[in-house]
């Protein structure tokens, strides 16, 4: 039997004795914690101002294609009006004539020419686009660990502001593919490390509604009416370059998180943070400062303690019982079929009829209610549990894209395609909070990071082969809402099967003991 094993095992007494020494430590003290610390005051509304701009940034960002690379429809060549891409090449190749287009947005398409069947062109290329992201998700992750939240984020919106600045003065696809690939990558950065920072910046009690206003969806709705100002892509690219730019001036208004300083063991530098946030509260004593010194000498025995007894774990962890192999593949097959629905509705949301802007608007306020309605559900309603909200959310996404593939089966579609396609994508996004809330709730502390930030990582395989989907719309227009509702029927059913509840459960610190483990058993 080795040392380390025992050394695991013995972890829940020692975290228990942790616990009691903390209690005492603690207990002329105002602040029990770093949690208590933070206040929803000045300081704190800055963080939210900052939050506010990066998820527009992210958003805009990882969904400009949904604009950016809108297919045209050819309506007419030259002063002969044409009935499809069918006609169009019929009468193109005997005169030569030029195209003539309808659309709401110059897309890339539009610019370059890339029509019909050469518009694929387009929007293989986001599949491209997306691989960045999911790159820069991968390094600034471990750049956020290592050197920083706030300088992760820096570099991230310095990035993306010169690339898609880059990226707008494009004379060809593949330049323009190339450059948004690049910016992709610190796209990706914003997107996971704007959250941590927030969520390490804002107060414990208000962290629910917080995430739930500060988020994707309310900027879903704004993002469309920037998108009509600027009407081409070219425009487009460069406000996102400016919003990234604006993130950055916010960044240089705050300070690196406190908690991640505390972290690393770098106790004075946190200490000299945290008494300024103080002072720009206005909340700012000569008590504060003993109340604070008792807190950050009990962290730094807690981070000398935690580090004699460190143990690195890695993404095959997740497997090391027969039962978290079954969830962690439930989650990750889960995510992919989420993000893969989502994308392909939103990547080819010109076939939708109506506006684009005001069908893409509606998405994000359909999500942003939803949002809300389930935060007050699962406040309120003790029985309303995290599972409920997945089976629900799962049910109602199933039959809209259902009744859509009804729809384009019996040569129907119009304003169905429109409402089934925003209350899928409304519960989809549920999903994605609900998912990633029961695999924190779920995994123990020991691999919690790991198991999020793979569900994170896969989750990008879904949207980077969601735009092909609708290829299949050639052979017939209600095959690929019917594949659809296969990937939610497996998603549905391997869920209710493998994943517990979760609301209100303990947390569990510790992997199980070796000796239930599939591998790694004790002799």
Known sequence: MSTSSEAEDDNFIEDVEDQKT?????????FKSLDDLVELRWYCLLVLFMAEITAFTALASVTMMVFAGANPTVVGCDHTIVNGCHEYYSLQNRSGC???????????????NYICDDAKKVKNTITVQTFGVLIGAAIFGQVSDNFGRRKALIISCIGN??????????????????????????????????????????????????????????????????AWLAYDWRTLSVVISAASVLSFFALMLLEESPRWLVQKGKMDE?????????????????????DLDEVLRIEAEKHAKSNKKQKKYTFIHLFCTWKMMAQTLTFIVGIICTTFIVYALMYNMEKL?????????????????????VSIADYKLHWFGRKLINILSMLLTLASLGVMAVYMYTGHGGSILAIGTTVAIAMCSQLFIAKY????ELYPTAVRNVAVSAVS??????SMFSP??????????????????????????????????????????HLPPKHKRIFGKRT
Not at 171 to 191: E, K, M, N, V
Not at 197 to 219: A, D, G, K, L
Not at 353 to 370: C, E, F, K
Request: proline content about 4%.
């Open 22 to 30: 903390l209690e005492v430590m603690t207990s002329s003290s105002k």
């Open 98 to 112: 030029t195209p003539v287009l309808e659309y709401q947005f110059e897309s890339v398409q539009v610019e370059f």
């Open 161 to 226: 502001a010169v690339f898609n600045l880059i990226s707008s003065y494009s004379p060809d696809l593949f330049y323009f593919a190339l450059w948004r690939t690049i910016a992709g990558i610190f796209a990706g950065g914003i997107t996971v490390v704007q959250m941590v920072y927030m969520v390490e910046n804002i107060p414990r009690n208000h962290r629910m509604w917080i995430q739930n206003s500060i988020t994707w969806s309310p900027n879903l709705i704004l993002f469309p009416y920037v």
């Open 270 to 290: 946190a200490r000299r943070l945290l008494v300024k946030i103080r002072k720009i509260d206005r909340l700012y004593s000569e008590e504060f400062e003993k």
């Open 353 to 373: 009829s109506g506006s684009l802007y005001w069908n893409s608007a509606a998405i994000g306020a359909s999500r942003w209610v939803v949002n809300i309605i």
């Open 437 to 440: 809330l029961m695999v924190n």
């Open 457 to 462: 990582t896969m989750s990008r395989i879904g």
């Open 468 to 509: 092909q989907l609708f290829y299949l719309s050639d052979i017939a227009e209600w095959i690929p809402y019917a594949v659809l509702v296969g990937f939610q029927l497996v998603d549905l059913i391997i869920f209710c099967v493998f994943i517990p509840e979760t609301k209100g459960v303990h947390l569990e610190n």
